[in-house]
């Protein structure tokens, strides 16, 4: 959704010549930032999530599953 809304940004930017400057720069700037910060949270979300799930593991003292993740 948020992919879609920056690129559908960016090709009504296009169509218009790229502006420099205006409503539709800024809007093209905004739909950026928001799709990056996602992704950004996301990779962040996923990095913690995995290291719950070895905490988890290795809190259990299951060594075998330990290192099966």
């Known amino acids: 959704m948020l992919k879609q809304q920056a690129l559908n940004s960016f090709k009504l930017c296009l169509s218009v010549g790229k502006p420099r400057q205006g409503v539709l720069f800024d809007s093209i700037r905004r739909d950026k ?10 990779e962040k979300s996923r990095a913690n999530e995995f290291s719950n799930s070895l905490d988890d593991v290795l809190s259990s003292k299951d060594m075998n599953r330990f290192w099966k993740s």
């Not at 930032?33 to 996301?42: E, F, H, W």
């Open 33 to 42: 930032a928001v799709y990056k910060l996602a992704i950004k949270n996301k």
